[in-house]
């Protein structure tokens, strides 16, 4: 998350417990609804666009064949440079997501 906030010059606010979370309809939002949010505080947020990084978790290795071949996300290097040229594929829960 820091390196989104770095590159992108986003507003981030970290160390926040955020409850209550809705969508909620906004006919002057650009899709057409808003996020409505409190904190640990009382603090209430409204925001377009909701990022939500838990930070590490348990791996959740599915049951497959050929899951021993793969190398688990909690593994692998966070420097993109790593990647340059090369092809990697990410499971997901419902898709597979190809980079090339």
Known sequence: ?????????????FNTNIQNIHSVSNHT???????????????DYVCRTL?????VSTPN???ISGID????????????ENYEGKTVLILVRRQAILYR
């Open 69 to 80: 071949y793969t190398i688990g996300y909690e593994s692998m290097s966070v420097d993109p």
């Open 29 to 43: 939002a650009p899709d057409g609804h808003v996020f409505t949010m409190n904190d640990q505080k009382g603090q």
């Open 61 to 63: 290795i599915p049951q």
């Open 1 to 13: 998350m820091n390196d989104y906030q770095r590159k992108l010059n986003i507003k981030v606010q």
């Open 51 to 55: 990022i939500m990084a838990t930070g």
